[in-house]
Nanobody, 114 residues
Framework: QVQLVESGGGLVQAGESLRLSCAAPGGIFRFNAMGWYRQAPGKQRELVAAFTRGGTTNYVDSVKGRFTISKDNTKNTVYLQMDSLKPADTAVYYC????????WGQGTQVTVSS
């Protein structure tokens, strides 16, 4: 069974930083663009940041200038550096391909207190 394993979440105060990591199977990582998604309570899951097949990056407007997606091809791992966190960033964060495949992991909880 294909598994995506997210880690790095936690409880932080507004203005602080977190770095999320996602380890993906090599077959998924090498042949797909990867992205980060989040789902806040009572809201639909949304794309936060992603690579495109062309190698560029996309960010949802609310995180531009604060979040940075990166990857390590040698480790089949994608990262999300989150700086200047806000309470509105509180959500469960998931990684997946871009566009998504039906292989969602457990996600990692990010909670930002004011």
């Amino acid at each position: 069974q294909v598994q995506l394993v997210e880690s790095g979440g936690g409880l932080v105060q507004a203005g602080e930083s977190l770095r999320l990591s996602c380890a993906a199977p090599g077959g998924i990582f090498r042949f797909n663009a990867m992205g980060w998604y989040r789902q806040a309570p009572g809201k639909q899951r949304e794309l936060v940041a992603a690579f495109t097949r062309g190698g560029t990056t996309n960010y949802v407007d609310s995180v531009k200038g604060r979040f940075t997606i990166s990857k390590d091809n040698t480790k089949n791992t994608v990262y999300l550096q989150m700086d200047s966190l806000k309470p509105a960033d509180t959500a469960v964060y998931y990684c997946n391909t871009n566009p998504t495949l039906p292989i969602w992991g457990q996600g990692t909880q990010v909670t930002v207190s004011s």
